[in-house]
């Protein structure tokens, strides 16, 4: 039996093909730990507060799991910073600036996120509120940091 001549064709079944978490979701994500790893707080206890599991939170940090509007908006109120907060410097991590080694501004400060002295580092850089301090910290890294680039092997 013929089918009918007039019946519609369904259309072509399209897939995305996806190497892995969007890199707004990733810096998103990024943003969340940062903050949160700067305020003391737990996954555990950002996982309850929005009625979350630690691995749901674990997700969302790594990008992996997308975070809705609603979330952000939550958030932003739990973690105390804008909703802009979390979109700061993204174009700084996809195809931004290179660094003096050739990597994107955007992975060093990911690699800087996350390691355990980047984030000591920011939490007591956060604790410092005399603007006089907070630049002679940074004038000091600063030059430390033009010192390891001299001596760095061309």
Do not use: W
Request: proline share 6%; with cysteine.
């Amino acid at each position: 039996m013929n089918a009918p001549q007039n019946a519609a064709k369904s259309p072509p079944k399209t897939t995305v093909k996806s190497d892995g978490p969007h890199p707004i979701d990733v810096h998103v994500g990024a943003r969340v730990k940062l903050r949160r790893m700067i305020l003391g707080m737990s996954q555990e206890t950002l996982g309850k507060a929005l009625g979350l599991t630690f691995q749901q939170i674990q997700k969302y940090e790594k990008g992996v799991n997308r975070i809705g509007a609603s979330r952000i908006f939550e958030l932003s109120n739990l973690l105390d910073v804008p909703i802009q907060y979390f979109y700061n410097d993204y174009g700084d991590t996809i195809g931004g600036e290179l660094g003096s080694d050739g990597a994107a501004a955007g992975d060093m400060f990911m690699n800087l996120v996350n390691s355990p002295e980047g984030v000591q580092l920011c939490r007591s850089f956060s604790e410092i509120n005399d603007p006089q301090v907070k630049k002679r910290v940074l004038d000091l890294v600063k030059s430390i940091a033009e010192t390891e680039r001299e001596k760095a092997p061309s």
